[in-house]
């Protein structure tokens, strides 16, 4: 082969591999429109359904055992825009309360499937942080995120189950609206224009969770009557179980305690 | 066989530090995006916010990653102008190829960059793009050395090596291994393994790289373009092994729980990265020089000028 074979070859391979490229890029945005509201798969129909006059419910408090750490101190100078309260949520600890657990029923549901909610629940970047903090949703259930801040954010989740994604969103732009197709428990969300800003998404099937308020407390309702296992998960304090049986129109108080 | 020696022309060398002196300051650049946790935020590629030419606001993550990409581009462009200039003024063949392989790195570079973004930053690639990185930085520095007057007017003062293993091949093990280094620090950094294997090949690093300073300085301290690579190796060994220190300090034993990335652990990543990047370059410049001036004892010892790899 001459020199000119090799150079137009050289130069095809390059436009080859730059059309893998585009093409890989038009693939996955096509697969993000698939997890959209619009065609999500809808949930089979809901077995069982659920007595109302039967329901139980499960409630309680989740303190913190010991002393809690002082919040960081996060440093919101890079950005002028970002005008936020400039103490990190990863321990919020108030007169013993520990907020920002996550609540769910892990097991003990059986095959049960529940319908959608048709409200969408919001995500709010405010002051270059995350409001919330924790956020439970369920599988396929619409997640409006906003941002109401004067600078661009990015919201870039990185799950293991559900597909990544990451996506800029300027000041002032319309809201995204997005959904996870499975379930995935402390799924991080963060921004990589502004490395302190992170969030944790819970995606489950069933609408039995809840997540800690600043009083710690936390209240499931609607459960069928049944043996169950709640899970109670925090971002560094890790995750912890309880048993508990509910019969028929119970209202159990079911209280966790994590150390450091 | 008799050939003249190529003309040596100024402004092509000085060109071709400039190329290799705008390379570090990417891989400086580089650094910072990682050490800033700013891989992702500019969401697209070969765009910038579905834009090829508008600079954004410089602000959090952008500033890090759109000024990488800017510098890149930057260079990248130099790159294209050394390639043509190499070929049009340089004699020797190697030297074309070279400048040519210098533009078909940058290019698979930039193409590397491009997919770490475009695939949200998976280690094994991200690693890639940052071994690559200090590849072309090598080959920048090679350029600017081969271009140099000492290299293509002054006769070098061979010696002949007749110690075993060859001083030759005590360079190529310790560009291999700091090699394997670059590579397992990078996979750390971008989170494909844990921070042990890293450690632990310093230390082999250390042995390589001391074992060929030792047989250099014994044997050859006379050779001074031998001694002044070996020192300066020397010398940025020391410095890096205290920048490796300092950033598993601020980075592993302190910032594990850090909120976001803080000035200290910054600070010493990157210069740990660009100090990384002149150590290997270091290391690969002595090997040349030791490659053209200390040839083994069963190769007959041939004049500075004549020697056959040196012309086309």
Known sequence: MNKKTWSAMFLLSLLALWLLVACSKKESTNEEQGTSPSSEAKPAATSAPIDPATAAAVSGTVKFDGTAPKPSKIDMSQDPACKGTNTAETIVVDGGNLANVFVYVKDGLGDRTFDVPKDSTTIDQKGCQYHPHVLGVMTGQNIEIRNDDDTTHNIHPTPKDNREWNESQPPKAAALEKTFAREEVMLPVKCNQHPWMKMYLNVLKSPFFAVTGKDGKYEIKGLPPGDYTLAFIHEKLGEQDQKVTLAAKDSKTLDQTFKP | ?312
């Open chain 2, 1 to 312: 066989m008799h050939l003249t020696p190529p003309p040596y022309n100024r402004a092509h060398h000085r060109f071709a530090v400039l190329v290799a002196c705008a390379t570090l300051l990417l891989i400086v650049a580089g650094a910072l995006v990682t050490s800033n946790d700013a891989g992702l935020s500019v969401p697209d590629w070969p765009t910038s916010f579905g834009s090829l030419y508008k600079i954004p606001k410089l602000v959090g993550g952008v500033k890090f990653e759109h000024t990488h990409r800017m510098i890149a581009q930057f260079v990248g462009f130099l790159t294209i102008i050394l390639a043509v200039w190499t070929w049009r003024v340089d004699p020797r063949r190697w030297m074309q190829y070279l400048g040519w392989a210098a533009l078909g790195t940058v290019v698979a570079q930039g193409i590397l960059g491009g997919l770490t973004v475009l695939f949200y930053l998976p280690p094994s690639i991200s690693s890639a793009h940052a071994a690559l990185a200090q590849t072309f930085f090598c080959i920048a520095v090679c350029i600017a050395v081969f271009t140099s007057h000492k290299w293509m007017r002054e006769i070098p003062q061979t010696v002949i090596d007749q110690q075993r293993p060859r001083l030759f091949t005590l360079t190529f093990i310790s560009i291999l291994v700091l090699y394997v280094q670059l590579i397992l620090g990078a996979m750390f950094r971008h989170h494909g393994i844990g921070w042990l294997p890293h450690v632990v090949n310093s230390v082999v690093v250390v042995f390589a790289l001391g074992w060929t300073a030792l047989r250099a300085r014994s044997h050859y301290s006379h050779v001074e373009a031998i001694r002044t690579p070996r020192n300066i190796m020397l010398s940025l060994l020391i410095v890096q092994l205290c920048l490796g220190f300092l950033a598993f300090t601020t980075r592993v034993a302190w910032g594990h729980n850090a909120v976001q990335p803080e000035l200290p652990m910054v600070i010493s990543t990157v210069a740990h990265v660009a100090v990384g990047a002149l150590l290997l370059a270091t290391t690969v410049v002595l090997a040349v020089q030791v490659w053209r001036c200390v040839p083994a004892s069963v190769a007959k010892p041939v004049s500075g000028m004549e020697r056959k790899p040196m012309v086309a």
